[in-house]
């Protein structure tokens, strides 16, 4: 629990100083200085005039010996919230997820599973242990609320859905 205060913690102060009128730095949503503090070796950029968060090269989902892309773009608006774009290498077509939305995509954890030390963002981990990494995304209320339906089709029943992808194929799990 310390810990996740801690977290929590350094992110809203980085964000709050990263605010300050008095800083000559420009506002941003990049969590870039959070990273190289405790996720240095993590490939990250953020892209300001596209609000896209770009986790690129960092994981092969589908297992060609190459890292494949993953983005987290911005939907615009007052409240700017972040949908899941992955492109596999294998056959470089992009894969929209509209319908799996953060309003803070920050890549939490690649070690654990546990969904009550992941309260927001999203997480990378190898569930069935075939070494293919699954991305993990906890929705908010709203947004597991506006897409119910198309989650529902899905048979997606809980707010933390796992993607993962065999030739070519999104599969989809829900997760507790």
Same mark, same amino acid.
């Given at each position: ?40 070796? =993590?490939? /990250?950029?953020?892209?300001? @005039?596209?609000? &896209? ?6 994981? $092969? !989902? ?17 409240? =700017?919230? /972040?949908?899941?774009?992955? @492109?596999?290498? &294998? ?6 997820? $509209? !319908? ?77």
């Amino acid at each position: 629990m310390k810990f996740i205060f801690a977290f929590f913690l350094t992110v809203f102060t980085t964000t709050v100083y990263s605010q300050r009128f008095d800083s000559l730095e420009i506002p941003s949503n990049s969590f870039e200085s959070s990273y190289r503090k405790t996720n240095p070796n =993590l490939m /990250y950029k953020y892209d300001d @005039i596209s609000q &896209t968060h770009n986790y690129s090269n960092n994981w $092969d !989902f589908d297992k060609d010996g190459i890292n494949d892309e993953l983005y987290f773009i911005g939907t615009g608006g007052t409240h =700017l919230y /972040y949908y899941l774009k992955v @492109i596999l290498s &294998t056959d470089k077509l992009p894969r929209e997820f $509209d !319908f799996i939305q953060s309003d803070f995509p920050f890549l939490t954890a690649t070690d654990t599973l546990n969904m009550n030390k992941t309260p927001l963002g999203f997480v990378v981990a190898d569930l069935e242990t075939d070494m293919k990494p699954t991305v993990i995304v906890r929705l908010d209320d709203k947004t597991y609320q506006v897409n119910k339906n198309k989650l529902t089709k899905l048979r997606i029943k809980t707010r933390n859905i796992a993607i993962s992808f065999e030739n070519g194929k999104s599969n989809y799990q829900s997760l507790k």
